[in-house]
Structures are given as C-alpha cells and as structure tokens.
C-alpha cells in the first residue's frame, strides 16, 4: 500500500486595493440656466400668434401685388386702407354694433334654453330622452336651412335672425353642458345630495362647477356657430329688408364691386372674432378652470 503526500498551497487572503475619496466637490454641470432671449420670447403665447398673423398678412400682400388686380383680389395693404376708412366715417362701426347686438339677444336666449333643457334633462330619464331625441334630430339641421321658415313665421327683421341664432346655438351648448354634467362624479353628486341639494341649487353648487371645461367649450362652439349665421343670414335679410350688418354691408360692396371694402368686413368679422376668442373666452378660462387648477 503506496502513500501520496500532496502539498496544499496555502490561499493568501484578498486584498481589496486602496482608493482615496476625493473630499473636494467635484465640478457638475448647471442645472438651472438663464433662459436666452429667442427662448424667452418663445414662451410668450401672444407673441408667437402675432407672428402668424404677421407672416400671413405678407403673404397675403405679396401675393396681392404679384396678381395686380385690386379688383379680384385687393393686397393687404388696400384691405387695411380700406379698414381704415369704413371706421373713420363710422360706417364699419354701425354695422358691427347692430350685428353684435342681434348677435347678443340670439346668443343669451340660446344659452338659456339650452340651460332650461339641460337641467331638465340631468332631472329625470325622460328629460334627458327628451334632450337627445331633439339634439339627433334638430343639431344636424344647418341654421340656414331655416331661414325660409323663419321669413314665414317672423317676417323680415330681427326676429327671423334671432331665431335662426338661436337655433344655432341651442344644441352645441345643450350637448357639451349635458356631457359635461354626465361625467360628473357619483361622488360630487352625492356630496350635493347629502346637503340637501337637489334641482336647480344642485346645478348651480355642484355640478356647473365641476362641468363648467365642457361648458366653456359648447359657450366657445356656439358663439362660432352664432356668428357665422349671423353673417350669412344678414346676407340675405339684409338684401330682403335694406337693413342690416355687417352681413349687408359685405354684401352691398359686393354688388358695387367695391372688392377692397368686402374684405374690410370680411377683416372686421376676423378681427371681433378674435378678439372673443382670445380676449372674452381666455379670460374666463384663465379666471375659472386654469385658477381652479382643473387645466394647464
């Protein structure tokens, strides 16, 4: 019987290599850093619309002087001119003002019926039956389309306009309200309810506040709606009656061939628009759902 020795290599411990901490702060990259101008005016919302329009309104001179024919399609340049004149002796004034105030009744009793039907709607099951059988059957019913009935019914003047304004903005706002009740939380609702809230004092603390985005917006959609019937119904009455706004005042330079002045109506119906939408409906926005913290 043999015998093997064998030798074990002893195992040296591991030595874990020596490193030093530098206690020095090491260098970092900025994070916070002084916005530059460009980056600074980019930010601005008004100014990057102004610089739209400003692009659009060369173009829209550029392409004016390179047709050169003021009578088929005048440049900016005449179309302000033109602007210019109509509000220096008053006449862009008066018209705008009778269609602002028809445009005013029409809007407000729209806003009201589309409140009244609204809050019966979120009542009870036959209320809200009641609100969309009229919406599917009335909404996609152009306002213009009433306009023959509206002569029968109302004769020549304001009525007939209002009535089509109305019925022009009636459903948008109804249908956005409506939405906008609906997803309403069962939770608010029932906050309502448990303080004795129920009907019109439930719409008015609960369920306007929480819906109020969609009812903004179906107030925006209306008032788009509203005045574009307007025009296009002064248009017509306006011929019908001799009267009207700044619908027959387009028309009239139209039939004189004063193209310049058309587009000053035309500049001027852009231009109250706008002031609406960026002035009127975004200070509301920013004094409702932007401080309520309910959009960004």
């Given amino acids: 019987m043999t015998t093997s020795n064998t030798v074990t290599t002893p195992i040296e411990p591991y030595a874990r290599p020596e490193f030093v901490l530098d206690t ?45 024919n003021p009578l088929l399609f005048p440049s900016f340049s005449d179309t302000v001119h033109a602007f210019g004149s109509g509000i220096y002796s ?45 919406t599917s059957m009335f909404n996609p ?17 304001t009525g007939s306009i209002i009535f089509v304004l109305v019925h022009s903005v009636l459903w948008a706002v109804a249908l956005n309200t409506h939405g906008g009740f609906r997803s309403v939380s069962t939770t608010l609702r029932m906050v309502g309810q448990n303080y004795g809230l129920k009907g019109f004092s439930l719409v008015g603390a ?41 619908g027959w005042y387009i028309f009239e330079n139209r039939n004189q061939l004063e193209t310049a002045n058309v587009f ?14 960026n002035f009127i409906f975004a200070t509301i926005e920013k004094r409702t759902i932007h401080r309520w913290g309910m959009q960004h």
């Fill in 264 to 277: 000053a109506g035309l500049f001027f119906v852009i231009l109250i628009g706008l002031f609406v939408e």
């Fill in 24 to 68: 020095q702060r090491p260098e970092t990259t900025e994070v916070l850093r002084p916005l530059s101008l460009f980056e600074s005016l980019y930010r601005l919302g008004w100014l990057r619309k102004t610089v739209i329009l400003v692009v659009l309104a060369v173009i829209w001179e550029i392409y004016g002087r390179w047709l050169n």
């Fill in 206 to 246: 609960i369920l306007i506040p929480a819906a109020f985005p969609s009812i903004l917006t179906g107030l925006k959609v209306g008032w788009a709606f509203a005045w574009r019937t307007l025009i296009a119904a002064e248009l017509v009455f306006g011929v019908s009656s001799g009267a009207g706004g700044l």
């Fill in 90 to 134: 008053g006449v862009l004034l008066e018209r705008a003002a009778v269609s602002l105030q028809t445009l005013l009744i029409g809007y407000g009793l729209g806003i009201a019926l589309a409140a009244l039907l609204t809050t019966v709607a979120i009542s009870s099951r036959i209320g809200t039956d009641l609100l969309e059988t009229l």
């Fill in 141 to 157: 019913l152009p306002a213009i389309a009433l306009l023959p009935l509206a002569l029968i019914w109302f004769g020549l003047g």
